[in-house]
């Protein structure tokens, strides 16, 4: 029987832009290695995580991937955090035929169709449209309704799927968009584009963001006392422990996404301890203090590919992706299905405002009232404080 170890492969940001996200789903890994390999290890073997740093730089990813599959040779190889790590590494992975299950990609396979392609981000088969839909869903319940939007995105790839898809969603809610701008990665000072938007008085402000330029716009939002009806949307930033403690109050009224809560619809005695561990350790992996966003998925990540493991029996790549195709996975995150181009057969993404938040305290947000999940409903835990300025207060 082989009992080397069986190895995992691929690579997170840990360094760069995203390197907050890339280290949370580093820790979760790390957690599910330890915790298979106290029980019972995977086909016999102990697992070992091979993971390179791709530095948030999509121009490394390709030649990493062909690294762990040439020469680190390792058994399985799984997707990274986003878009920027998993798209680059696609051409390999479909030259070789590999199963391959990436994390939080929002829609890399709209582009290659590959039907051994898998990822744990919760948007269903139609992500552009589902990372946004609560948002406007929210604004048309209003009264009076909105109009008018007003669309500023990072001038990058990832901003490009959740834009058009906001613009599909406003439409039907029967708002128009009456200024649609982007900046530069690299932006320092957002206080000119939160001045022009002050001057357009949309209703709503939509707003698609990385980490930092989160934090940049939020601040300079607040400093020109920009107050739309609702803003936020698609920004990835807020649901960062480190943004969330930089902005504090700052924060309230804003209404963005999440895919995983500590509400009570969502809880488990599984992911209660998943983020227990996790958040007593995050501190010394300089990774995000709360783990909310990236932990319960990444771990749901590797519980599929041990599933799928252990239910074919061998890591062959075509009867991973058969299985997986056609199974239902318990998660830390709940029951996981796959249905068309690799996504979850059926969207879970959570429409969240921040409310009640009185300090700069990470603390604040273990509170369940100041992060509200306001949609869908099945799942809200409060309802959306309406206009903006209401909920700032």
Not at 265 to 281: E, F, G, H, K, V
Not at 371 to 379: D, F, G, L, M
């Amino acid at each position: 029987m082989d009992t080397t170890p069986l190895r995992i492969g691929y690579c997170l940001s840990l360094s760069g832009a995203l390197a907050s996200n890339g280290k949370t789903a580093r820790l979760a890994h790390q957690i599910w290695q330890e915790n298979v390999n106290k029980n019972g290890k995977l086909l016999g073997r102990p697992v070992e995580l091979v993971c390179l740093d791709d530095q948030t730089n999509p121009n490394l990813v390709g030649d990493l991937y062909r690294r762990l599959l040439d020469v680190e040779k390792v058994d399985v190889v799984v997707g990274g955090y986003g878009d920027n790590s998993v798209a680059p590494a696609m051409p390999l992975i479909m030259e070789r035929k590999r199963f391959f299950l990436g994390l939080m990609a929002l829609a890399v396979n709209a582009k290659f169709h590959y039907p051994q392609y898998f990822v744990m981000i919760p948007t269903g088969p139609h992500p552009n449209l589902a990372l946004t839909e609560g948002f406007f869903q929210i604004a048309g319940q209003q009264s009076p309704k909105p109009e008018t939007v007003a669309i500023l995105v990072a001038d990058a790839p990832f901003s490009q799927s959740p834009a058009e898809g906001a613009k599909e969603n406003l439409a039907r809610q029967g708002m128009r968009v009456i200024s649609e701008g982007k900046y530069p990665l690299s932006t320092t000072d957002f206080r000119p584009y939160m001045e022009d938007l002050k001057r357009i008085n949309p209703d709503v402000v939509f707003l698609c963001s990385y980490i930092n330029d989160s934090i940049g716009l939020v601040n300079a939002m607040n400093a020109v006392e920009l107050s739309p009806k609702l803003v936020g949307g698609a920004m990835i930033g807020p649901q960062n422990g480190v943004v969330k403690a930089e902005l504090g109050a700052l924060l309230n009224g804003l209404v963005n996404y999440e895919y995983w809560l500590p509400v009570p619809s969502l809880m488990n005695p599984q992911i209660q301890s998943l983020i227990a561990t996790y958040q007593s350790r995050a501190e010394k992996a300089a990774a995000d203090p709360l783990g909310y966003y990236v932990a319960p998925l990444a771990y749901a990540q590797l519980q599929v590919l041990e599933q799928a493991v252990r239910a074919v029996g061998s890591l062959d790549d075509a009867a991973l992706s058969d299985y997986t195709r056609k199974a239902t996975f318990g998660t830390v995150v709940g029951r996981v299905t796959f249905g068309e181009g690799g996504g979850w057969a059926q969207p879970r993404v959570l429409t969240v405002q921040f409310q009640n938040i009185e300090s700069n305290n990470i603390s604040e947000f273990k509170k369940p009232n100041t992060q509200a999940v306001v949609y869908p409903s099945e799942i809200a835990s409060a309802s959306v404080i309406y206009p903006y300025a209401k909920a700032k207060r």
